[in-house]
């Protein structure tokens, strides 16, 4: 055999590698593409079915204000009625709340800065004011023992004091 016929044959042998190659890749970047397609199908779904209780729960709730705004439309009533009407929506919305583990906090008479939040502040009326709660603006809420939102408050304050 001669020098270019094992030139050749190498060349052939080369080629036919590269070929298998390029085919071999082709089929692995096809397999890649279904895996990411299957991934990004799985996520999805993970994600509905995740999110399903919580939205079933808010279409319930959603059927209860349309009940009580036909109700308030179709006839008249006492301001009691009404009243009642809306606290049993509040409890319900509470209850979607609490089927989540989210819990109103307990409000605290005097400011704790890793609960509340201090929106506004007025002067203290009397000795030993200072740094109490005067009203509660926002309800906190907590999650699984972790503050979800804190408690948005106004507070008194001694004018004789500085700082904080």
């Known amino acids: ?3 270019s016929e094992a ?3 190498e060349i052939a042998a080369l080629r036919a590698q590269l070929e298998e190659s390029a085919v ?3 089929t692995q970047s096809k397999a890649f593409d279904a895996l990411y397609e ?4 799985y996520k999805e779904d993970f994600i509905f079915q995740a999110e ?3 939205l079933l729960d808010l279409l319930l709730f959603y059927d209860s204000l349309n009940w009580f705004q036909e109700s308030l439309v179709k006839r008249e009533m006492s ?3 009404i009243s009642d009407s809306f606290q049993y929506l509040i409890d319900e919305f509470l209850e979607v709340l609490y089927r ?3 819990l109103p906090m307990e409000s ?3 400011f704790d800065p890793k609960t509340q939040k201090v929106v506004k502040v007025i002067p203290a009326e009397g000795p030993g004011q200072d740094q109490k709660v005067a009203q509660v603006l926002k309800r906190g809420f907590n999650r699984a023992e972790r503050v979800l939102r804190s408690e948005e408050v106004v507070i008194y304050r001694d004018s004789g004091k500085s700082g904080s």
């Open 79 to 81: 301001m009691d009625v």
């Open 52 to 54: 399903k209780p919580l």
């Open 100 to 102: 989540r583990d989210v």
């Open 1 to 3: 055999m001669s020098e």
């Open 24 to 26: 071999n890749e082709q």
């Open 38 to 41: 299957e991934l990004k199908q």
């Open 108 to 110: 605290q008479p005097n």
């Open 7 to 9: 030139l050749r044959e």
